[in-house]
């Protein structure tokens, strides 16, 4: 499973993806305790609403990384996040961000 810059999935998506639907608190905590955040990119993954959620490094690296990455985030949460995120045979929203 990928998800590339510019992309964000949910740790619900994530779950559905790996076979365990319902599993996104699992998912969430991988992510928390992933020791290799340059490898697995954990900082792609937010909540289904298209808020950021937790990061191991803090929220503020979190959106910086995003940021760096072409995702727009405003006051905390994904702006135009239909038409980034990815979900693995879902079809994505047109996004509406300019």
Same mark, same amino acid.
């Given at each position: 499973?990928?998800? /590339?810059?510019?992309? +964000?999935?949910?740790?619900?998506?994530?779950?559905?993806?790996?076979? =365990?639907?319902g599993g996104q608190r699992a998912v969430g905590r991988m992510m928390a305790t992933?020791?290799?955040? /340059? =490898? +697995?990119?954990? #900082? @792609?993954?937010v909540r289904s609403d298209g808020t950021l959620g937790g990061y191991a490094h803090g929220g503020h690296i979190k959106e910086a990384m995003l940021e760096s990455? /072409? +995702? #727009?985030? @405003? @006051?905390?949460? =994904? &702006?135009?996040?239909? /038409? +980034?995120? #990815? &979900?693995w045979g879902r079809p994505r929203r047109q996004s509406t961000r300019r």
């Open positions: 499973m990928r998800v /590339g810059p510019g992309e +964000v999935t949910t740790y619900a998506d994530l779950a559905r993806a790996a076979g =365990i639907p992933n020791p290799w955040p /340059g =490898i +697995v990119p954990c #900082h @792609r993954v990455e /072409g +995702v #727009h985030v @405003r @006051r905390g949460k =994904i &702006s135009g996040f239909g /038409g +980034v995120r #990815h &979900s």
